[in-house]
């Protein structure tokens, strides 16, 4: 039993510091007694009071029961208690009174009784929907509301390890118990971890990938001139002096993570994607798009996302409160070009948007899948793909000349009798978004000078792509500075993505930037921008206590500029001249 031991310990650790668990009473005595009395009678469990008490044994000594199976006969009450000893944990509040379930409350389930108690709304709400965060009600089930030792979805690992330790046949049972005590301690490690990242969620999550030098740049003979260290980089800009010296500039950067050319593309999913996927049940809104100049890697940094999201979600799906709930996985694919929406998964049809009575956002005619498995997310992707607009630009010969956005959203389903199902698309809008991520791979930037090769069509193109981009800027600083007006309709793309960036929102940018001495300013401006976007998302960022009503003058007067030097040719936001942006 060393580990068992090891794993009270801990848990003594943990109440100690918390001070709070030593104003109970150590020794236990009568009025420890009465308030572990009431805490496993809130778990439904006060039949186990007697036996345990008459033994002298006092609260501190759960964890130990547990490991033991102590007078508790079932595989559903070690489960109760399991989760009681859990929460009591996570609580730290080991010395508080647990809520005392009313009249009404303990008409109930055993289960439902008594985690109402404020004292545990944070922590039930871990993984759970969080109702105390929430307006819209009708999306929760009573089910969850009054389900309080539903084990947390934010780690399948963890509750598959869950299952096999409750429920067994009791022939197994014996062998099983020998495993719970590193179950156990796993468990409270992993949850605490999960919470842990869960709060480390940044409302905007900026992130810089680096791609290698390419053939041509090789070729070139182009040196490389951005250095990554740890979340950091470094750019070596060529410059003459005016008497035509040479001399190096550095340029230094920090972000929430720098990937350099090495790293993977599962790496990138890791630090970018993966936080945000356990969140997205708890009625949040997530955006992922990558930014940077053309060819500097923003469509093979994205491609792979949606299919490991999708792979997640669908684990999480799986989970008993989601599957019970009757949670489901749709999937859209349509892209904006020349201002216009085109549904990718369905010949390209013209799509319009509109806005419904609570201003949400609702694409007319937009087909939406369910997604039971990844190998058909795989397949909408390449056939939304193959039908996207690309094409040749200076800089990238399959330059993406659209906004392709693939969104993969949770929705809740009321119970259909089979009978009144008719297809698809009417089981997909009977069913209340619960939460919802796009995937949004930007159409290629580039500044009016790398335009002046192509083609009119081209030209057109770029200037629509540019306005969507300034708009997307636009919308995000107005909601850093948190701004009543965000300037949504500036552009299709940034309408069609308004819920996205109000409410419970969650945003990553990945900056995309090209090591090569010839795209310098480019990638100067791409982190630049990233660097703006990154100081006024800090939480500690002091205007998001102040009430911004409008632009402060200083922007005003830079943006002005932008189109004022501009005018009559492309808009040229990236050259950054104004400072401000
Ligand atoms: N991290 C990387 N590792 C290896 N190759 C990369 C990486 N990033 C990009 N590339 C390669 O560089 C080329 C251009 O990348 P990509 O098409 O993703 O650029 P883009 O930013 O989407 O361009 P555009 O905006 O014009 O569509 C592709 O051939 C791609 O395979």
Request: charged share 25%; glycine share 8%.
């Amino acid at each position: 039993m060393q580990q068992s031991n090891a794993a009270a310990t801990a848990f003594y650790d943990h109440a100690g510091g918390g001070g709070s668990f030593n104003n109970a009473g150590p020794a236990g005595g009568d009025a420890g007694d009465a308030v572990m009395a009431r805490w496993l009678q809130s778990a439904g469990l006060q039949h186990l009071a007697s036996p345990l008490t008459s033994t002298g044994i006092d609260q501190r000594l759960l964890p130990n029961l547990l490991m033991q199976g102590y007078g508790a006969e079932s595989a559903e009450e070690k489960q109760r208690l399991f989760k009681l000893m859990r929460n009591l944990k996570f609580n730290g509040e080991f010395g508080l009174e647990p809520y005392t379930p009313t009249a009404q409350s303990s008409g109930g389930q055993a289960t439902s009784d008594g985690f109402h108690s404020p004292e545990f709304k944070g922590d039930f709400g871990a993984g759970l929907l969080d109702l105390h965060a929430i307006d819209d009600t009708e999306l929760l089930s009573e089910h969850v509301i009054s389900e309080p030792f539903e084990p947390s979805p934010f780690m399948p690992g963890v509750n598959k390890s869950f299952e096999n330790e409750f429920n067994v046949t009791s022939s197994r049972q014996q062998k099983e118990q020998s495993n719970a005590d590193a179950s156990a301690s796993s468990f409270i490690a992993n949850e605490k971890e999960i919470s842990t990242r869960e709060n480390n969620v940044a409302k905007i999550k900026v992130v810089v990938r680096k791609r290698p030098l390419n053939k041509k740049e090789i070729s070139r003979k182009e040196d490389d001139i951005v250095t990554v260290g740890e979340n950091a980089l470094t750019v070596h800009e060529p410059k003459l002096k005016v008497d035509l010296t040479a001399y190096v500039e550095k340029h230094e950067f920090c972000f929430d993570a720098v990937l350099d050319e090495h790293v993977t593309n599962d790496e990138v999913y890791r630090v970018t994607v993966e936080p945000i996927i356990p969140i997205i049940f708890q009625r949040t809104k997530a955006t992922c798009f990558a930014y940077g100049q053309t060819g500097s890697g923003k469509t093979f940094t994205m491609q792979p996302l949606p299919l490991r999201a999708a792979q997640d979600l669908i684990r999480f799906l799986h989970q008993p409160v989601y599957h019970s709930q009757r949670f489901k996985l749709w999937l859209s694919y349509f892209e904006i070009y020349g201002g216009k929406l085109f549904d990718l998964l369905s010949d390209r049809k013209k799509l319009c948007m509109r806005e419904d009575g609570r201003q949400q956002v609702c694409i007319v005619g937009l087909q939406e899948f369910e997604v039971l498995d990844v190998q058909v997310v795989k397949e909408y992707i390449e056939r939304g793909n193959a039908a996207r607009s690309t094409g040749s630009t200076g800089a990238n010969e399959e330059s993406s000349r659209s906004h392709a956005i693939l969104q993969l959203a949770i929705k809740k389903h009321p119970e259909i009798k089979e009978s009144k199902r008719n297809n698809d698309g009417n089981e997909s809008k009977s069913g209340k978004v619960v939460g919802k991520i796009s995937f949004i791979d930007l159409a290629g930037s580039e500044r009016g000078a790398d335009t002046t090769d192509n083609d009119r069509q081209t030209r057109i193109e770029g200037a629509e792509i540019n306005k969507s981009l300034l708009a997307l800027k636009e919308c995000i600083r107005a909601l850093d500075n948190d701004q009543i007006h965000i300037p949504f309709r500036g552009s299709k793309l940034t309408e069609v993505l308004r819920d996205s960036f109000v409410g419970n929102s969650r945003t990553v940018m990945i900056s995309c930037i090209s090591p090569n001495a010839g795209s310098c300013e480019h990638t100067l401006n791409t982190l630049r921008y990233a660097d703006r976007v990154k100081s006024l998302s800090k939480s500690g960022n002091p205007k998001k206590d102040q009430a911004v009503t409008s632009l402060p003058p200083t922007v005003k007067v830079s943006v002005r500029l932008l189109f004022q030097q501009e005018r009559g040719k492309w808009i040229d936001f990236w050259a950054n001249r104004s400072g401000e942006i």
